[in-house]
């Protein structure tokens, strides 16, 4: 299961719905792609990362459930025999999803040597932060204080017009894990993305909802077994049950996302402009 949060931290943004690309595999060297949940079907991994690699992005989010047991090395082998290409061209950065079931091994594959699970960065006037959902998120932890002190330091910089949160748990989903976790993260962390400004996964589907001047997308399948809408939300926009990648690309000012699916085909696409940010607390 995997998810994709992409909020914006600009305190109120302004969204235009696009229609979706017609053309497929355009170079988006100044592109980031988000996708996850990858886990069993490796032959829909290999077809999704070898779309991702012909659209030469700068970087690349996996937002979680990279394989089916983190605690089995030979699962990472084959992580590893799909996405080496890949991650030796583009950027990589992770979010841990339950599949990686706390195992070591997810910071051996990707070098974090300080076994710091959660992280942020900057990449063209965007802010990412990486949330950990696997491990305490709520008010009081680690993980909280540090979030809510990185997105000061982020507003308090000029140099970040929008801000994106990936973690794999998403806060909304109407499917199949959209009662189980989705509350708690909504209750913990949305007061923060609302006040600040959000991308996640773990459910196996392309979702898009708007609420509060914020976007919350789950692009969550790159291989694992496709999730029907089991729900509906009134803050629910686009539903897709199909395997899926985002490209979120910063261009004038304002983040253009586009999503595809395994063949290429464009599921959904919408714009972002930031409105004028309120003072940093
Ligand atoms: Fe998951």
Redesign the pocket.
């Known amino acids: 299961?995997?998810?994709i949060l992409f909020t914006l931290l600009t305190l109120g943004c302004q969204a235009f719905l696009t229609s979706p690309a017609n053309a497929a595999s355009e170079d988006c060297s100044r592109c980031v792609v988000v996708y996850g949940?990858t886990r069993t079907n490796h032959a829909v991994h290999k077809k999704v990362v070898a779309l991702i690699m012909a659209r030469k992005p700068e970087a690349v989010f996996h937002i979680?459930?990279m394989v089916d047991d983190g605690r089995v090395a030979a699962q990472w082998d084959k992580f590893n025999e799909i996405t080496g290409e890949l991650r030796k061209k583009a950027r990589f950065y992770p979010a841990r999803?339950?599949?990686e079931q706390l195992s070591p091994d997810y910071f051996k594959v990707f070098g974090l040597k300080d076994w710091t699970p959660w992280y942020s960065t900057d990449l063209h006037g965007i802010h990412f932060i990486v949330l950990d959902s696997e491990t305490p998120f709520w008010k009081g932890t680690a993980q909280y204080k540090w979030l809510v002190n990185d997105l000061k330091k982020a507003v308090a910089s000029p140099e970040n017009k929008f801000l994106a949160v990936m973690m794999?748990?998403p806060p909304y989903s109407t499917s199949e894990?959209g009662t189980i976790d989705a509350p708690v993260v909504a209750e913990t962390l949305v007061p923060l993305f609302e006040e600040y400004g959000v991308v996640a996964?773990?459910?196996h589907n392309y979702e898009r909802s708007f609420k509060n001047g914020i976007f919350y997308v789950v692009a969550?399948s790159g291989g694992?077994p496709l999730y029907a809408q089991v729900s509906s939300s009134t803050i629910s926009q686009v539903y897709a049950k199909k395997y899926n990648y985002l490209t979120i690309s910063l261009s004038s000012g304002a983040i253009k996302a586009e999503v595809f699916d395994d063949s290429d085909t464009p599921i959904d696409a919408f714009e972002i402009t930031p409105k004028p940010r309120k003072p940093a607390k």
């Open positions: 299961m995997k998810l949940d979680g459930d999803g339950n599949h794999h748990r894990h996964g773990h459910d969550g694992a």
